[in-house]
C-alpha cells in the first residue's frame, strides 16, 4: 500500500497547506521505476533543500522498506531497483539523507517513515520519551486530534514484514536518527510507524498501511477546522 499511502498523505497535506504562500512539493508516488533512483531522489532532495529558506519547514515521507548491511551497518530505504547484494548502489542511503538535512539552512525538519521495522521518536535537540498520543501532533502545533478509527469489522489487518527484514534496523536507525538530532541544533522530528521488534501493519479493508492513514485522518481533520 506503499503508493496508496503516498498519494492519501500527499493529498491530505494538500488541503492542509491550501492557503499556504508557498508550497513546493516533490512527489515521487506516481514515477515508473526507472524513474525512483538513488541518483533520482537524492538530486530532487539537495535541489529542494538548496532552494528553501531558513524558516521554512521541510517535510520528507518514506513509506516502504528498511534495511540495515550487516557488512557495514548503513542504513538503507529500499526502492524498486534494490537489491541486498549491492545496497551501496542501489539502496537509499540514511546518512546521505541527512547529511543533506544537516547541510541545509532549514531550520525545521521533519522525517515520516512508515518503514517496516521503523520505530516511534521524535527529537527537538534531545531525545522525546515515548510515541505521541496523535501521530501528527508535531505538524500542527502539538494540537490534539481525535482521528477516526476502524472498527474491528474493517480492522483486517496483515504486518508488512517480510522473513527478510532485520529485527536491528529499528535500534540502529534509532541511533542514527538521535545523533543527528542531537548535533544538528534544529528542531528535528522523527515520526515512524512501530517501535522496537513491532511491525508495520497493512489495513486492507481501508486500502492503506495502518500507520499513515491515521496519519491522513488525522491531518485531514485538522484542515476541515478552523
Known amino acids: 500500500y506503499a503508493v496508496a499511502d503516498c498519494r492519501g498523505l500527499d493529498y491530505a497535506l ?3 497547506t491550501q492557503h499556504f504562500q508557498t508550497v513546493w512539493r516533490s512527489y515521487h508516488c506516481e514515477a515508473t521505476p526507472a524513474q525512483l533512483t538513488v541518483e533520482h ?14 524558516q521554512d519547514t521541510l517535510l ?20 524498486p531497483e534494490t537489491r541486498r547484494e549491492a545496497l551501496a548502489t542501489t539502496g537509499w542511503k540514511v546518512h546521505d539523507i541527512l547529511r543533506t538535512l544537516e547541510q541545509s539552512r532549514i531550520q525545521r525538519q521533519v522525517m515520516i517513515l512508515d518503514a517496516c521495522y521503523s520505530g516511534s521518536i521524535s527529537f527537538s535537540g534531545s531525545r522525546d520519551g515515548g510515541l505521541p498520543a ?7 502545533g502539538h494540537r490534539t486530534i ?3 478509527i476502524p472498527s474491528p469489522a474493517e480492522e483486517t489487518a496483515s504486518p508488512t514484514i517480510q522473513p527478510e527484514d532485520d529485527p536491528n534496523y529499528v535500534p540502529a536507525l534509532y541511533q542514527a536518527l538521535q545523533d543527528y538530532g542531537n548535533r544538528s541544533q534544529r528542531d528535528f522530528y522523527a515520526l515512524l510507524s512501530c517501535r522496537d521488534n513491532e ?3 497493512e489495513l ?7 500507520f499513515t492513514y491515521q496519519l491522513i485522518q488525522g491531518i485531514g481533520d485538522v484542515s476541515t477546522t478552523d
Open 14 to 16: 494538500k488541503r492542509a
Open 41 to 54: 531522489l537524492q538530486a530532487s532532495l539537495e535541489q529542494m533543500v538548496a532552494a528553501a529558506q531558513p
Open 60 to 79: 520528507l515521507y518514506f513509506a516502504g522498506h528498511g534495511v540495515l548491511d550487516p557488512d557495514h551497518q548503513d542504513l538503507f530505504l529500499c526502492l
Open 134 to 140: 496523535d501521530p501528527a501532533s508535531h505538524l500542527t
Open 146 to 148: 481525535d482521528a477516526p
Open 199 to 201: 511491525k508495520s501493519w
Open 204 to 210: 486492507p479493508a481501508c486500502g492503506h498501511g495502518a
